[in-house]
């Protein structure tokens, strides 16, 4: 609920947001969090703005072309890469052209040079982390599906931020 809170904030003018989990139970905690008025993210429009999906990202119900926008935040790296491919091609089918899809997630080469425990631990409770970081470029996996325009910054030491477009003539 966090990053939905984001871009609650940052279009106030949006109709819907959908929030798409294969969680049940971060489905909820998001819903109560996003909606409870003493929650550190709760937003008052929260309730009439947005809905929540218990859905596969990979094959999502959404009609095609519907979506300006199409956010993933910290996902990725939880998918196989051919889950993330699949992500990501599902994402342009659903975006309208020049729609635009955004991806926080972590900086594999700075996963490689965390401290050998702390890289454990990173592969002990993120069963999908070593094929993350030896297989997962998501310029190259984005602009293979179709996107356009696709640019990728470091967000902070730790994160990514990689952003694409929709063609506007697919």
Known sequence: GVSTKALLDAFPGATSVGLLDLSPHFLAT???LLETNDSYIYHPDAAQRVTYHHELAEDTPFPDNTMDIVSMSFLVHELPTKVAQKVLNEALRILKPGGVLAVLDLQPKALQRLPPI????????????????????L??????????????????????????????SQ
């Open 139 to 168: 310029v190259r996996m984005m602009t293979n599906a179709g996107y356009a325009a696709v640019e990728q910054t470091c967000n902070d030491p730790m994160n990514l931020r990689t952003v694409g477009m929709k063609p506007l």
């Open 118 to 137: 702390r890289r454990f631990l990173f592969g002990v409770t993120e069963p999908h982390i070593q094929d993350y970081c030896a297989n997962t470029n």
């Open 30 to 32: 998001a819903k109560m």
